[in-house]
């Protein structure tokens, strides 16, 4: 079960390159299991050689908070991706765009993946950039806002059910499994009006 997330402040790295896919997240070649652990190791491996990229800085190591370009998550539906990020640490992704089964992936792991205007992110980086650990990011579920002492609130969208999932802590299967008193209640009264539908069910 994901974790519930309610809010953030942590240390943010901006990464703000456009169309970053899942295998530059997480190439094939670091993919030595099936399972959501171990993975942490091989986030952004192709670029992580480079000892001046941004997550081998401190404290950009120890971020929580990834600020990212249009279109983060194309390419695959590699769902070891949003793992990777999830077990590095990371709980939050902000990007004016994302790939579309990265976002439901991040959802479905409880990692906020919302949706801010380039020009934010760009103006959230350069504060960061004058001293990181002492300019740290808000990131408020609650108020759908992201926040810090040297800039303006800055809000952002996530859709409704996302975010509810996201609160509660719960994957799309346990959301319905919330209403099941009125899916039982539904395939009664169905039942009683179609019942040869269910001529077939073994119970």
């Known amino acids: 079960m994901p974790r519930p997330f309610c809010q953030v402040t942590a240390v943010a790295a901006p990464l703000l390159r456009d169309n970053v896919d899942t295998d530059s997240i997480i190439p094939s070649r670091e993919i030595r299991r099936v399972g959501k652990s171990g993975l942490a190791a091989g986030l952004f491996a192709g670029w992580r050689s480079d000892p001046a990229f941004i997550l081998n800085q401190a ?72 001293d990181p650990a002492s300019n740290p990011l808000t990131v408020d579920l609650t108020l759908c806002r992201v926040s810090a002492a040297a800039m303006p609130d800055v809000d952002f969208e996530v859709d409704a059910d996302a975010r509810q999932r996201l609160l509660s802590g719960l994957d799309a299967i346990e959301l319905t499994l919330r209403s099941s008193a009125a899916i039982d209640a539904f395939q009664a009264r169905d039942r009683a009006l179609r019942p040869w539908v269910y001529l077939g069910e073994t119970r």
């Open 59 to 130: 404290p950009y190591s120890a971020a929580r908070i990834l600020l990212a370009g249009e279109n983060f998550g194309c390419g695959s539906s590699r769902e070891h991706a949003v793992w990777a990020l999830c077990e590095y640490g990371f709980r939050v992704v902000l990007a004016p765009s994302f790939a579309p089964i990265f976002f439901d992936n991040c959802i479905n792991n409880g990692l906020l993946a919302a949706c801010v205007p380039g020009h934010s992110l760009q103006a959230m980086a350069r504060i960061i950039a004058v």
